[in-house]
Every structure is written in C-alpha cells, then in structure tokens.
C-alpha cells in the first residue's frame, strides 16, 4: 500500500526527518540520529522514494555496483504542509473512529428489540387481513417473502444482542476512551515532537508575519 495511503506512517518519517535535519534541511544517513528512522516500523528506503516522488522530501541515491551509495536527502518547505496534511487526516480519520465507537456503545437492545416485535405484530395483522378478504389474496406470496426475509432479519438481532451483551455492554462500562488512546497519543505525540524540534523555525515565521 503506498505511504499517501498511510498518513499515520507518513507523518512519523517526516517528523523524524525534520527532528534530525540540520539548519539547511539536510539529513546525514551516516550519524547516528538516522537510528531514530529505520526503528519506524515500516520505514524504508522504498517510503523515502515514495516520499521523493510526491515533493515531500529530496531523496537521491548516487553509487556504482559494487559501492556503497551516496545517500543524499533533505526537507524542504512541502514537508511541512505534507506533515500538516497527515496530521488533519488523521484528526478526521479519529472523528470517524469516535462515531463508529459511539454508534455501537449506544445500541439500544431494547429498542431494537421492540421494534423487532412490533414490525412482527404489523405483519401478523396484515397476514390476518389478507386471509380474511378475497381481494386482497394476491398479496399473500409477496407478504410471505417479506415475512421470510423479517425471520431472517430477527435472527440476525438476536445474534447481535448477544454481541452487545457479552462485549459492547462490557466496554461501556469501562468507557471509550481505550478505544480511541492509540490515535490520540499517536497525534500527539507526533505533533509534540515536530513543535519541540521546530520552535526556532515557527518562532521566527510568526515573528516575519507580525513585523
């Protein structure tokens, strides 16, 4: 899967690179910092080619067969827009995490369950409506298809309160928020990191703005 497809591992590889460029932007390959990106689960040579051909960094590799390669690789001013990007992705990949959370902690299992038995009523009615009038016989086979299809429906429910009973009512007892901690602190802590490493440079463009 390509790294666009991945922010959370995107933004990771460019904060890190940012953390350990030089004042020019450039990245040693041969001082120890680099450590700090290939202990990145799933960084690679590949995701900074990736990264190369979408402007977010400068990669190059110079070297004959035989040779160690020259690497050469630096940040520049996409970078952070880049950075910035994954960082709003991920803020809107969390929403969506938050309501797919909430929307199965607050199943309602009586509620479907009424409903369930409701409809089911609707249909016993209908059923009895029918077998009473002549006129209305040729609805029998469509209403005996919904009435199957229903069956079908309400196993599925049943099924799904159990779900709910044995693993989403336990889980709102102890809240969501474990579910979401590993997003959260992810952003974070990427966040965090790529503020801290770049006072100096955020300082001085909001100074060039206010002036």
Known sequence: MKIEKKPLLKAKILAVLLKISNDKGEVDFKSDDIKQLWSIKGADEDRLWELNEVGAIW???IGEDG???IIMCSTNEKTYEHLLNCLAQLSNDQNLLNYRVSSLLNHDPKKL???ISQTKKHIDEAKEQIGKNELLKPLQTPLNDIEQHFDSISRVAE????VYKNILKPVQEEGKSGVK????????SIVASWLLTNYSTIKSLIASLTS
């Open 159 to 162: 099924n799904y309160d159990d």
């Open 67 to 69: 040779f160690a390669p």
């Open 113 to 115: 369950m009424s409903d």
């Open 181 to 188: 901690a590993t997003v959260r602190w992810a952003i974070i």
């Open 59 to 61: 990669f190059e590799q």
